[in-house]
């Protein structure tokens, strides 16, 4: 039977860690939330937290939103790719419900389970976003 607990090895911890996964994530993203990702060495995945009290001035807030992001990676962690992910707030999370957050946590960990069976489109969603950079700068230019 498998465990569904949060143990240390499943988290990050070290601000290296989190440094490398900012470097060069998969990404998958909502208006109120974004959910890095990179693959790592180690045997399960890894989860971080990040959330800023300029999104969330009230700790009770901020600790409402990582608690239910450590609960839906708990439940989806053997299902999960050995990935290291960082999850990010941004403005408007504070507005999710419990449910509506754990909903859109559960596209979010499909999506990334979704792209590492298919590595390839890890590499042409990434290339995208520079191609469109290079444009704009282009254009300004």
Request: proline share 5%; hydrophobic share 35%.
């Amino acid at each position: 039977m498998k465990t569904l607990t949060f143990s240390r090895e499943l988290r990050l911890l070290a601000p290296v860690q989190f440094k490398a996964v900012f470097e060069n994530p998969f990404r998958a993203s909502t208006p109120q939330m974004t959910l890095l990702a990179r693959l790592n060495t180690a045997e399960n995945p890894r989860l971080g937290l990040t959330v800023a009290k300029k999104h969330l001035k009230r700790a009770h807030d901020r600790n409402r939103i990582k608690r239910i992001v450590r609960e839906s990676f708990r439940l989806k962690q053997h299902e999960l790719p050995n990935m290291d992910f960082v999850f990010v707030a941004k403005g408007g999370i504070g507005k999710l419900d419990n449910a509506t957050l754990f909903e859109t946590l559960e596209k979010l960990w499909a999506r990334h389970i979704r792209l590492s069976k298919n590595p390839q489109s890890q590499t042409k969603q990434q290339a995208k976003p520079q191609e469109n950079s290079t444009k704009e700068e282009n254009k300004s230019a």
